[in-house]
């Protein structure tokens, strides 16, 4: 007779085993109706499993985040079932739930057109529509490996083989006769998705993300709770759309990428203005926090990597070269083997900590060129690293003021939107339970002492420390994972960093990993985005641009450009000989944020005409007050 305890605490007892249909109807029939799956003592289940035993149940409802991505992972699988309806032949590989909808990858020869797309949609409506069952079937492995390849669902076979063999294969059939290999759980029946979905685009996806294997095509689709969700997300995909760093990063001239050195930016002088000053910015808030900046070699020894753990991690991402007398070294994927070397010079006393050590560095990893993204997605990049060696007591409040200054930072750049994901000890790592237990309690004391919203990321952490993650929300709801903290209490031992302890003796230091914008190019292509590439005056690329509106006004507006650039604002003269229309339009488009047009009355009076970015209104004074109006907005917040 199993006793079901709900979430709320209530208990619920039963004469003979149940399932998830028997418990939503004993409750209510609000219940019954909106119910999706259940998690039964932790783990996820359809509605039909049975429940033999006393256990512990939530019922999820499509208000459950883990609900939605059980509708998408529903949606996937019938624009699977309706691909090979209209598609007889295609076959069907993987089709997980990411974020905000769901994809599913296809093997076909003849490509998938737009219009293709809207016949998919269609008849996933009509499947939906009728309301076809969801039925789960567990098989044998060489029965469902011989089914697949008889069916010609070869991928499929492939993927089972691969399955190890203490794990149980579950086959969903949707309806009479689609069915896919899946570990579940799925909705009862096709009509319980709803019609809040769309399909967004077509791309290649190589087979396994491998590109020695063939190319396979694989179509995305969104899908949402409700018809105003879909309205939602869709909207912000056009604002997207409109704000991409890689479509303003050109118009404003600041960047470009080519296929001689992939993933790596070709920064123009604009672009390099704007890099430098996020720097200037960062290097006035650390020095103020009693950061010191190094710099480290690009280029490091094999036998250093092996010793941090790095090779045995990341060496098949890391770039190597082989020196004639046979020596192996790798471009540094990180920074901070290269850090502890710095503190290992000279003798350190508890007296010197926390040694707060920050470096620009610049990085190199491999990514699959079909990774690559503009700038948030590149090989080579900079991190604003810091390393901060301390005592095991000083941990928390170290970590504390780590993210008091990351929120600062964040604000002071316009994102208010904060939240935290906390990640723990992943499978594979380096050290002792008992170190990453004293880790991940201090990091979570932390995390609770900032009373900010988090969730908790199980297994994801560093392999050699417990991590928090810093989370922003743009302009347009679009949430970006920015700055890390890391607590590491191996990496130091296994590199030798010592200091001397109050009774004399030598002691491992421990070692916190602070990235504030993570890196520098993936910041940069954030913020663009988030402004729409608006900039705040003070980091705008380029401040000003002078407009002489004829030739015989160019003597004035350089007088005016020499004025400005003398005050330290990054300004230009334009003297072309174009009508002042176009180079508004022009330096508009460019979204430079100040305009100073000089004409024949301006000259007169000694004035300039100021045009805003963004409005239509124009103001007109002194030439000496605009620039000193120009210079008061001209000053990094600190």
Request: charged share 30%; with cysteine.
């Amino acid at each position: 007779m199993p006793q079901i305890q709900l979430l709320d605490g209530k208990k619920i007892s039963f004469t003979k085993s149940i399932n998830g249909f028997d418990i939503t109807k004993k409750i209510s029939k609000s219940l019954e109706k909106s119910a999706l799956i259940m998690e039964v003592n932790g783990q996820l289940k359809d509605l039909s499993f049975e429940i033999k035993s006393d256990s512990e149940v939530k019922i999820i409802t499509n208000k459950d985040k883990v609900g939605l991505e059980v509708i998408r992972h529903d949606a996937a699988h019938i624009m699977a079932m309706s691909v090979q309806e209209l598609f007889p032949g295609t076959q069907v590989t993987i089709g997980p739930v990411i974020e905000n909808g769901f994809y599913y990858d296809f093997a076909r020869k003849e490509p998938f057109t737009n219009d293709d797309l809207k016949k998919i949609e269609k008849k996933m409506e009509e499947i939906i529509d009728r309301d076809v069952k969801t039925r789960r079937e567990v098989w044998e492995r060489s029965k469902a490996i011989d089914h697949f390849k008889n069916i010609g669902e070869n991928y499929k076979a492939e993927i089972i083989e691969s399955i190890p063999t203490n794990e149980e294969l579950s086959i969903y059939h949707h309806g009479e006769t689609w069915h896919d290999l899946c570990r579940g759980p799925h909705l009862v029946s096709s009509g319980k998705i709803g019609k809040a979905f769309k399909l967004t685009k077509v791309s290649g996806a190589y087979w396994r993300g491998d590109s020695k294997n063939e190319m396979l095509q694989r179509i995305y689709g969104t899908c949402w709770s409700s018809k105003k969700e879909l309205d939602d997300y869709l909207n912000r995909l056009a604002e997207a759309e409109k704000r991409d760093h890689r479509k303003l990063g050109k118009e404003m001239n600041l960047y470009h990428f080519r296929e001689e050195s992939p993933g790596s930016v070709f920064w123009h002088e604009k672009g390099w203005n704007l890099f430098q000053k996020l720097i200037e910015y960062m290097r006035l808030k650390q020095r103020n926090a009693g950061y010191r900046e190094i710099n480290t070699p690009e280029l490091l020894d094999k036998n250093l990597w092996e010793k941090s753990g790095h090779w045995e991690k990341f060496g098949e991402m890391m770039f190597t070269s082989e020196t004639p007398d046979e020596k192996i070294f790798a471009v540094k994927p990180m920074n901070c083997p290269g850090c502890v070397q710095v503190f290992n010079q000279g003798l350190k006393s508890y007296r010197d900590l926390p040694l707060k050590l920050s470096e620009f560095g610049k990085v190199h990893r491999y990514e699959p060129s079909g990774a690559l993204h503009g700038l948030l997605r590149v090989r080579a990049f900079t991190q604003d690293d810091a390393h901060i060696f301390c005592t095991e007591d000083q941990i928390t409040e170290e970590c504390i003021e780590v993210t008091k200054l990351i929120l600062e930072i964040y604000k002071d750049l316009g994102f208010k939107k904060v939240f935290l994901k906390y990640s723990d000890r992943p499978k594979k790592r380096v050290g002792d339970d008992s170190v990453w237990d004293k880790s991940e309690k201090a990091l979570l004391a932390t995390i609770k002492k900032t009373k900010l919203e988090f969730e908790i990321n199980k297994g994801e952490g560093a392999f050699y420390g417990p991590k928090i993650e810093f989370v922003l929300r743009d302009a347009i709801g679009r949430d970006w994972q920015c700055g890390t903290l890391q607590v590491d209490l191996n990496l130091p031992g296994r590199l030798g960093a010592t200091y001397i302890d109050k009774d004399g003796q030598k002691k491992t230091p421990v070692m916190l990993h602070r990235a504030l914008f993570g890196s520098l190019e993936r910041f940069i292509g954030i913020i663009i985005e988030n402004y729409a590439g608006k900039l705040p005056f003070w980091l705008s690329p380029t401040q000003l641009v002078v407009l002489p509106i004829s030739e015989e006004h160019n003597k004035y507006a350089k007088k005016i450009f020499e004025e400005a650039f003398k005050e330290g604002i990054n300004c230009e003269v334009d003297l072309r000989n174009q009508k002042i229309n176009y180079k508004i339009r022009e330096h508009s488009l460019a979204k430079v944020p100040m305009l100073f047009i000089c004409g024949d009355k301006e000259i007169k009076e000694k004035k300039v005409t100021i045009r805003k970015l963004g409005s239509e209104k124009q103001e007109k004074i002194s030439y000496k007050k605009a620039v000193d109006k120009i210079k008061s907005l001209n000053k990094i917040p600190i």
